[in-house]
């Protein structure tokens, strides 16, 4: 009797337990790659009697603008376990809903795509370069549901599948967990030529589609490995990759747009250069990318978790996750011997000159320019901004904000504590408690958490609110002249002594001299009223009819000078000003023995830590 009422109770529970749907199903074929379409065919089975709501996404994982792939879709059909059509609707530009259905829909349509990047979708005669947000339709209320992918190969060709999905029951089937991490699997299906190491029991893959030898990507792949472990050292370990590695997708390609997107378990690299002619740069945007797959994708602002495929999340966030990557990637670079001390210190000194020669830096915080990455990261408008002297990248604003926190911990503690600290602190509470499902974070972080890592690192809770307070949420630069002469470094004028107006560019269109852009704010030409698109016709006299004409009267003069300027602005009106110069605030950054100095054994050894 007892055994009968434990039998009852079990398939009770069997009965109230929803059982695992079936994946959804797509399918890649390629009629005519050279006009670069493909067909998809997604089936969707175990629906509910609900109208199946069919999206485009508007988002990519690791983009923060909106691109609408809906664009390029077309010839869509929905078809019913028998095969017959049926109806859809469209709600909105970026769906289509089938209102009356059976338990299963299978929806084909065609998706256009031409552009090599980390972004959209390219297909042609050499390869299928697939970014899944702007490939695949996927159903609202299926998050869930796991997937699986069918590669078919164009005829007369012999390609191969490279990317971070799991493994299928051969080499052209893959599956994924859910959506979030379907949509965040880049996919190269072409001739990829694929080169593999291990570090620590962690297995790395560089798939790469080029035009070089093999010797050339050999030797590439050398040095690709050199950034995986030094940029493993920053943070004590690997994370763990679900599919058994992590795989770099590198399309050197002359038709290729240069970029670097990162994902979970894999990044994206494109550029028209090859290996041989631009090297250094390439391996710049692979430490960068690399260190993504712990600081963004698992060490992940709150804001951005999980992932909107409708709409622009904003961040306040980003000159950490994108900044401070930023930053550690031509450090990994200098550690790794891969980079000299010039070009590294010319890195750095870009990073500071972005910020302190930029007035947009009193304009937004660091915080705020972090939440205008909706309308500056990819996105395209047509209307005119004043971004040039409102607006600086968070990539280098926060790279400088790196520069001179690394360098704060460093000087106070005499070298016992770094930035390298700091990023395994946010690893250690955020980053590595990993998520219960593959392709989400459960401990993503905020500012506040930022800021209370930063407490824990410095022993300091004053020290971190203050420097929060001066240069993430307010408008402070740092004192970079101090901090970089710990290590045996000068920061100074390239130009003193010379005459300045503002870093104005000019054009010459329609036959006159004009302002190709607008100046900087409080830059002399600011002041004296001109702006982009105003004609120069005089300056102190000179009638200007070229570049070179205006840059030669700014040569004959010193700083604090004036001089008179006639320009008709772009209503027609002729208008009389006088500019001011003052000296040219340009900087570089340069060793201190260049400049004659003596380096201190002390200052040797504090450089040393840090770039080697």
């Known amino acids: 009797m007892k ?24 399918r890649f074929t390629f009629p005519a790659p050279e006009h670069h379409w493909m067909q998809v065919e997604a089936t969707f089975p175990d629906l509910p ?18 691109h609408d792939f809906a664009k390029n879709v077309y010839d869509v059909q929905a078809l019913g376990a028998d095969g017959r059509e049926l109806q859809t609707t469209r709600p909105d530009p970026y769906g289509w809903t089938v209102p009356s259905h059976g338990d299963v829909v299978t929806v084909k349509y065609k998706v256009y795509g031409d552009r090599v990047d980390g ?27 796991p997937a699986t992918l069918r590669f078919e190969q164009p005829d007369g060709v012999t390609w191969r599948v490279a990317t971070q999905l799991h493994a299928g029951s051969n080499p052209f089937e893959f599956t ?8 965040d699997s880049p996919t190269e299906f072409g001739p990829v030529s694929i080169r593999e190491f291990s570090v ?12 070089g030898t093999d010797a050339e990507l050999d030797a590439f792949v050398n040095d690709v490995e050199k950034i995986v472990r030094q940029e493993r050292e920053v943070f004590g370990e690997f994370p763990v990759y679900e599919p058994g590695s992590y795989t770099f997708l590198a399309d050197y390609l002359p038709y290729a747009n240069g970029d670097g997107m990162e994902h979970r378990n894999s990044t994206v690299i494109s550029s028209s250069a090859s290996i041989r002619s631009n090297r250094a740069s390439l391996l710049d945007t692979v430490a960068h990318e690399f260190f993504h797959n712990w600081n963004v994708e698992r060490i992940r602002p709150r804001s951005i978790e999980p992932f909107d495929f409708e709409r622009a999340s904003i961040s306040g966030e980003l000159w950490l996750a994108e900044g401070f990557t930023q930053y550690f990637g031509p450090l990994a670079l200098s550690r790794a011997g ?32 972090s939440r205008m990455a909706a309308f500056t990261d990819g996105g395209r408008t047509v209307d005119r901004t004043n971004f040039s002297t409102t607006f600086i990248s968070y990539y280098s604003y926060g790279g400088a904000i790196a520069l001179s926190l690394d360098l ?64 993430i949420h307010g408008r402070e630069v740092a004192d970079y002249a101090s901090l970089v002469s710990r290590a045996g470094l000068v920061l100074r004028r390239t130009n003193p ?80 000003s006088e500019i001011v110069f003052r000296e040219n605030p340009q900087l570089e950054l340069v060793t201190a023995e260049s400049t004659g100095a003596t380096l201190t054994p002390g200052q040797r050894a504090f450089r040393e830590g840090w770039l080697k």
Not at 122 to 137: Q, W
Not at 176 to 183: D, E, G, S
Not at 200 to 211: L, S, V
């Open 3 to 26: 055994r009968m009422l434990a039998f009852a109770v079990v398939w009770l529970v069997w009965g109230l337990v929803p059982q695992a749907a079936s994946p959804i199903q797509y």
């Open 49 to 66: 009697d609900a109208p199946l709501e069919l999206r485009m996404s508007r988002a990519s994982p690791g983009r923060y603008s909106l």
């Open 119 to 145: 972004t959209y979708l390219a297909v042609d005669t050499t390869h299928a370069h697939m970014n899944m947000p702007a490939s695949i339709m996927w159903a609202r209320g299926l998050d869930d549901r």
């Open 176 to 183: 994924a967990p859910n959506l979030q991490y379907l949509m």
């Open 200 to 211: 620590e029991g962690r297995r790395f893959r560089f798939a790469a589609h080029h035009t």
């Open 338 to 369: 891969l980079a000299g001390l010039a070009e590294t210190l010319d890195t750095m000194g870009g990073f500071v000159k972005a910020v302190a020669l930029n007035p947009a830096h009193g304009v937004r915080s660091a915080e705020d320019m």
């Open 408 to 471: 704060s911990l460093r000087g106070r503690s005499d070298g016992k504590v770094t930035l390298d600290d700091y990023m395994r602190a946010m690893w250690r509470e955020h980053g590595k408690p990993g998520g219960a499902r593959e392709g989400y974070v459960d401990r993503p972080y905020t500012l506040a958490d930022a800021e209370a890592r930063l407490a824990e690192v410095s022993g300091d809770t004053r020290f971190a609110a203050d420097f929060f307070a001066r240069y």
């Open 497 to 576: 002594g010379r005459a300045w107006w503002g870093d104005i560019r000019l054009e010459l269109r329609s036959g006159a001299v004009r302002l190709a852009e607008a100046p900087g704010i409080d830059t002399p030409i600011y002041k004296a009223g001109l702006d982009a698109g105003d004609e120069l016709k005089t300056i102190d006299g000179t009638r200007i009819g070229s570049a070179e004409d205006a840059f030669g009267v700014l040569k004959r003069h010193r700083p604090g000078d004036t001089v008179n300027v006639v320009y008709v602005d772009r209503s027609g009106v002729e208008r009389r």
